[in-house]
């Protein structure tokens, strides 16, 4: 459930069957969720009026509407939402290790950030991506040390990719994932690092790793592509495979074809040559990762394998 499906629910308790809006926006996002997250961060309440955009609580546009997203005083306010919200989770950034990051590295963590807070607010409101360890322009909530905002918090899980245990979508209040980008490789263990300075400090948690069918090669490492994988998995009641196959670009599916395409590679001689094949029909076999026919022949030629129709037989052509 996300912070939209609160608020159509709120909606419909009291009987109103649609909003409208006086801002174009509505049309960017999803309009309900749009509504949702204005009220939560304190913009604009629902009230009696009427906006140009108007929408039934399907999202579908209608004629007329007796309720408007505005500044005003609101039947549907902040307090009210939040109190129905108290249940969804914080992602919380830990940036503590930021000195360790090249110029190249840090622009690409503030980046990746920004995104994150993208994605929360498709899922809940600007308050729940907590940000330690650094300052950003962003509305996020900010905090000095994460520990201070981990203290009296019951249910903790550090998404680490060196934990032992793997993320199956077990819930948590809080869900931690370091503020960590590696271009150039030299912060391997790291995260691991995070949750030992962690555990010194007191505080309880798991450590969990997302992994795609046995493997962390094809789980997209971006803190925003985290922060999907878990939103999907533990608000939207998605699988982890499903959730990483919704995020994973197609360059991270590509690494793990590379690892995966071998498996069926098979050895032929022809005319005294010996050569390797694939059957075009294998790529049936990758559904669970975003990669092309194009990217498949591309692994393929990377990796000197020829692509053959599936009914090829050697002793055809020898
Ligand atoms: C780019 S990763 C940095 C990983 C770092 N090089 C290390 O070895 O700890 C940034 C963050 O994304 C999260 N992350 C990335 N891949 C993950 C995975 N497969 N499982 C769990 N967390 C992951 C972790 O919270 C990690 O700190």
């Known amino acids: 459930m996300r912070l939209k499906d609160l608020l159509v629910e709120e909606l419909r308790k009291r009987g109103i069957n649609c909003i409208s809006f006086k801002t174009a926006k509505a049309f960017k996002y999803d309009p309900f969720q749009f509504a949702a997250l204005m009220i ?3 913009k604009m309440n629902v009230c009696e009026g009427e906006g140009k955009y108007k929408f039934d609580l399907e999202g579908n546009e209608v004629d007329e509407c007796k309720f408007v997203l505005d500044k005003c005083e609101g039947i549907i ?3 009210l939402l939040l ?4 249940d969804f989770p914080y992602i919380a950034i830990d940036c503590r290790y930021h000195y360790l990051h090249s110029e190249k590295e840090f622009k690409s963590l503030v980046i990746q950030i920004k995104e994150t807070l993208n ?3 498709e899922y809940m409101w600007d308050e729940r991506l907590v940000i330690a360890g650094l300052k950003t322009d962003t509305n996020a909530t900010h905090v000095d040390k994460l520990e201070d905002f981990l203290r009296d918090k019951k249910k903790i899980i550090l998404l680490d990719p060196n934990a032992e245990d793997v993320f199956k979508g077990e819930k948590a209040e809080v869900y931690i994932i370091g503020g960590i980008v590696d271009k150039s490789g030299n ?6 690092k995070l949750g030992e300075e962690l555990r010194r400090a007191g505080i309880k948690f798991e450590s969990k790793k997302i992994l795609l069918r046995g493997n962390v090669i094809g789980v997209p490492d971006r803190l925003n592509h985290i922060a999907e994988i878990v939103l999907k998995v533990v608000l939207d009641g998605k699988s982890v ?8 670009p197609r360059k991270v599916a590509k690494w793990r ?5 071998p498996k069926f590679v098979e050895k032929i001689e022809m005319g005294g040559k010996k050569f390797r094949i694939v059957r075009k029909g294998v790529i049936n076999k990758f559904d669970w990762l975003n990669v092309t026919e194009e990217d498949f022949y591309e692994v393929a030629s990377e990796q000197g394998v020829i692509v053959v129709n599936d009914h090829f037989r050697v002793s055809d052509n020898s």
């Open 77 to 79: 306010d902040r307090e």
């Open 83 to 86: 109190k129905k919200a108290e």
């Open 40 to 42: 939560a961060n304190g």
């Open 187 to 192: 912060k391997k263990g790291l995260t691991s």
């Open 119 to 121: 994605v929360v607010r």
């Open 257 to 261: 074809l590379r690892i995966e395409l």
């Open 241 to 248: 495979e499903e959730a990483i196959r919704e995020v994973q």
